[in-house]
């Protein structure tokens, strides 16, 4: 059976939400107020991620395919998986064509696409044919130098003299509505795509422990994140962070100390790899367990190889360039997410009523 640590669950979940949005100014819309969006946004998501952490509190001993049929049927549970599996697929193409794409146009600009992706998805395959448990060891291994490469940027930043504090200045200077009109997108990525998680709690080695680890590691990444999004905003002023297609590079190149310390593009490149690779790897693992699930397969090894050998036409199919990539990811991606993000909401509606029901017989 499959099992994973509390620590390996705990930075899954953190590199999950950290490995990708440390390189985007979330809610720059909002202008200097942008912070204020993630702090928000990261309320909205912990509401959202105690809802996700009630079904293994009241299932311990189910995967979410058994949670379904018990709440729903067979004749429900089964198209509903069927959507989640291809939302979860829809993810995992879009992951995987942004970083793929940004890669390329960073360090390997000579490097055809398909052949990118096609490396970082014969790695991935190898990966998750040897196991969940070898994601999460490499997660471990992994994800303290994603931090640490963080931290080292924000300090080297100070370091470099290109911080200006008046930047973040005057606080809600526009009043609350940019504030929430950035709101949904901030919500939605990262902190509602952790209903992906719906698909992998059943691996927790302590079911009684997934809310406070899932908690922590949720905290602790929007930590992260609005300290990333000062640094930006900070840096590069709110016009050139709102533009930027990776923000998080452009303040890399900006650092410089006494020309020893300089071109450090290189560390971007390996947050932007690792970011990449799990949010892919976990998004497609998911889609490959709810297929499995419907059609009472019993390893989705098989069908993890077949798909992840076409994936990459496909993805390359979808989204012709990177600009398409953005455009169905703003208008209809953000929209997607959330629609799957809430629904476990009506889930816990009519597991409620269930129970009430049940207790009242």
């Known amino acids: 059976m499959i099992r994973i640590s509390n620590i390996q669950l705990f930075i899954l979940i953190l590199l999950f939400e950290v490995g990708s949005t440390t390189l985007f100014a979330l809610g720059i819309g909002a202008k200097q107020d942008a912070w204020i969006v ?17 079904f293994p509190n009241r299932y311990p001993d189910q995967n979410f395919s058994e949670i379904l049929e018990h709440l729903l049927g067979k004749k429900l549970a089964a198209p509903l998986l069927i959507l989640f599996g291809l939302y979860f697929f829809s993810q995992a193409s879009h ?28 790695v991935l395959i190898y ?12 997660a471990e291994i992994l994800t303290p130098y994603v931090i640490l490469f963080l931290l080292l940027i924000y300090t080297f930043t100070v ?44 691996y927790a080695a302590k079911p009684q422990s997934i809310r406070k680890i899932a908690f922590l590691a949720v905290g602790l990444s929007a930590f992260l994140l609005t300290l990333s999004l000062i640094v930006m905003v900070v840096v590069l002023g709110t016009e050139l962070a709102g533009k930027a297609e990776i923000p998080l590079l452009e303040v890399i190149l900006v650092i410089n100390i006494a020309d020893i310390i ?13 970011g990449g690779f799990y949010k892919t790897a976990l998004h497609f693992w998911a889609f490959c367990l709810a297929m499995t699930w419907v059609y009472k397969g019993t390893s989705p090894k098989r069908l993890l190889t077949i798909v992840g050998l076409i994936f990459p036409l496909f993805t390359v ?40 029901n049940g207790s009242s017989n």
Do not use: C
């Not at 993630?38 to 009630?54: D, K, P, R």
């Open 262 to 274: 300089t071109n450090l593009d290189s560390v971007a490149v390996f947050i932007m790899f690792i």
């Open 317 to 356: 199919y979808r989204f012709p360039a990177f600009l398409d990539q953005r455009l169905i990811g703003d208008e209809l991606g953000i929209y997607s997410i959330l629609i799957f993000a809430f629904l476990p909401i009506l889930l816990l509606v009519i597991m409620f009523i269930k129970k009430e």
């Open 127 to 138: 990966i998750l044919h040897l196991g969940f448990e070898v994601l999460g060891r490499t």
């Open 159 to 202: 370091l470099s003299g290109e911080f200006e504090i008046t930047e973040l200045q005057p606080v809600l200077g526009d009043g609350i509505e940019p504030v929430i009109a950035e709101l949904h997108p901030v919500v939605a990525f990262p902190f509602g795509e952790m209903v992906v998680f719906l698909m992998f709690w059943h």
């Open 95 to 122: 992951n995987f064509f942004e970083f793929g794409a940004m890669i390329k146009l960073t360090t390997l600009p000579e490097t055809p696409l398909i052949v990118l992706l096609y490396l970082f998805i014969i």
């Open 38 to 54: 993630i702090v928000l946004a990261t309320l909205i998501g912990l509401i959202l991620l105690w809802v996700y952490t009630e």
